[in-house]
């Protein structure tokens, strides 16, 4: 496994905001460790190539560090950071967005028996020792960075090299439930997306169930197995992080941003936060001033 030239590629390349010149493809560096900080998790592999990170979902936590990789295959709500970064040994990553459409094309085109069954619904996230074949994928990948006129015809090869890596290997059922219309994970991911348009709403289980063509039961099960969640607390998960988010904009109207986000009462929306994040929204409030919202995916 080339961790090496793949630090090294890293560390030339990492950007403030995350991006590459490669469509869909992140990398990132950072110097020191980061106190944990909530906000969405994408729909991406994250490769570790220097320190490590820690996330966690719902009652969930997920350890990642060189050489592992983890994948989400729903946008959820997480808290994470990295645990390990100096300025001697930064910590170092590698993303590379997952898209619906671009699975579900790998899977048709996949002979039958090339693909391992699968079975019951995964998790929406997992981690697992990359092996050299993707390691491998990921260093020719990012070598294109240095050639930038192969970038056009090469970069969509590898990038599609690196799907079939993840779909045949040892979290493939994941990723795989990305690209079948009719997985439970999709079938859940209907719902989590409503839940994220319509936050400020209340809204009855049994509806988002029929929404997600699923029995209230099977509809609830799935979704905490995804998500490790149940719908009312994924949807308090966003509330928050979004409140949040208008705090930093909106700092001295506490009362008025927990009313935005669906709160009627100023003091549970208060109280919730503070549970949350660790302080009340008005202390919180004063820290984020002039802080700049991530918005590439956090598991990078």
Known sequence: MDLDELRSLLARHARPDMTT??????VSKVEQPDPPSPSMSGT???LIAQGAKRIALGDRVYEYRAGQYLVASVDMPITGHFTEASP???????GLILHPATVAELLLQAAPGDLPPGGGTPSGMAVSDAPDALVDAVVRLLRLLDRPRDVAVLAPLIKREILWRLVTGEQGAVVRQLGLADSNLTHVARAVRWIRDH?????????????SGMSVSAFYRNFQAVTAMSPIQFQKQIRLQEARLLLATHPHDVTGVGYRVGYDSPSQFSREYRRQFGAPPSEDAARLRGSTPHTAPALV
């Open 21 to 26: 010149d490669i469509d869909g493809v992140l």
């Open 88 to 94: 001697e040994r930064p910590a170092m990553g590698f």
């Open 44 to 46: 991406v592999l994250a």
């Open 199 to 211: 936050y400020t709403q209340s809204f009855r289980v049994e509806d988002v169930a029929q929404l």
